[in-house]
């Protein structure tokens, strides 16, 4: 047996359910399940409670095995009451080691694959989001401190850490590698193209029928803008100028570009107020701001950026999806770091 943690927004639950995909596919003779108590415990954090629960089966027509399916009703509701005391998300986000143990004492034993967020050294997993007083000139250096971090980890391949062979009861997920250069993603890429196949929009979706037009028949540019709550950690792409290198080797090479940009809902007032950080012209530039899709149907934002010809994306996984789904041969994707899986960077 083998059990895979899933949390998160649609992007990271997603990368989630490719292990998940990874994991069946190396232990083939394995019962495998997913589990995402988190969405059963709205208090536990935050970020996690400003998403829209879990959204992969749901949008995809799909019926993933859940580890619930192991519990009768009444048992399972034991198992969640169990979890929630154990505060796990003030004990830095150690749900591996209380999720197990819960589950050992309901006989369900599984191998902690993902270790002990408590002890000595562990990385501060509590997410506390920073309000950015930092200079333009501090965020560069930071930016090339990140940089040059990244470029040593390079050549590393992460596969071995997914496609996990082993006769042990694993619980494990969250490694979220697939976003990655070198992930080994094309060993199940097929399968996992197979998996997340949009449905079609309804009739009466005018407004998305109507963009998706302009889409296909243009040269389009998705620019996926993520700031809210992942300001902290993009900060330094916008005052160090990656959306304008970017865009400005998009307008060199591509003929006639219109771009279509794509925001969380706290995000859309700024960026159309801050045009030139984005490397844009309103006067000048073919520009449309997609902000009506949001709620249980912001997903159709990555179906529209996957539909355009190339991709701009920040370190978000909701756009690097957007971009990877791009079925075009010739597509251009752009992130601001090199272990991104996209074509290139800037």
């Known amino acids: 047996m083998k059990v895979i943690h899933i949390e998160s927004g649609l992007g990271n639950q997603m990368l989630s359910y490719c292990e998940y995909l990874a994991m069946k596919q190396a232990n083939p003779s394995d019962d495998c399940y997913i589990e995402n108590i988190i969405y059963y415990i709205p208090e536990c954090n935050q970020v996690i409670r400003q998403w829209n629960g879990y959204e992969v089966d749901r949008i995809f027509g799909l019926k993933t095995p859940n580890v619930r399916e192991l519990f009768s009703e009444s048992e399972w509701q034991q198992v969640v009451s169990e979890i929630r005391a154990t505060r796990f998300w003030e004990r830095n986000w150690n749900y591996p080691v209380c999720f197990t143990e819960v589950f050992r004492r309901h006989g369900l034993d599984l191998v902690n694959t993902l270790g002990d967020f408590e002890a000595p050294g562990a990385v501060n997993r509590i997410l506390k989001i920073p309000r950015y007083k930092l200079t333009p000139l501090w965020a560069y250096l930071k930016y090339l401190k990140s940089k040059l971090t990244v470029n040593k980890t390079l050549g590393v391949d992460n ?65 996926h803008i993520r700031r809210g709550d992942a300001l902290y950690s993009s900060y330094n792409y916008y005052v160090t100028g990656y959306l304008k290198r970017a865009i400005k080797y998009l307008k060199r090479q591509v003929e006639r570009p219109v771009f279509f940009v794509f925001c969380d809902p706290d995000t859309i007032e700024w960026a159309k107020h801050n045009e030139r950080m984005l490397g844009l012209s309103l006067k000048q530039d073919s520009v449309f701001f997609v902000d009506w899709n949001k709620g249980s149907d912001s997903w159709r934002d990555m179906q529209l950026m996957s539909e355009c010809k190339h991709n701009v994306i920040v370190n978000s996984s909701f756009g690097w999806w957007g971009s990877w789904l791009n079925t075009n041969p010739g597509k251009i994707t752009c992130s601001p770091e090199l272990r991104i899986n996209t074509n290139h960077h800037f």
Do not use: C, M, W
Request: no cysteine; aromatic share 12%.
């Open 159 to 223: 596969s071995g850490k997914l496609f996990v062979k082993s006769d042990k009861p694993l619980y494990a997920g969250q490694q979220l590698l697939f976003y990655y250069q070198n992930s080994g993603i094309e060993r199940i890429e097929e399968e996992i193209r197979n998996t997340f196949v949009f449905p079609p929009f309804e009739e009466s979706d005018n407004d998305n029928l109507s963009v998706l037009h302009q889409i296909l028949h243009s040269n389009s540019i998705s620019l």
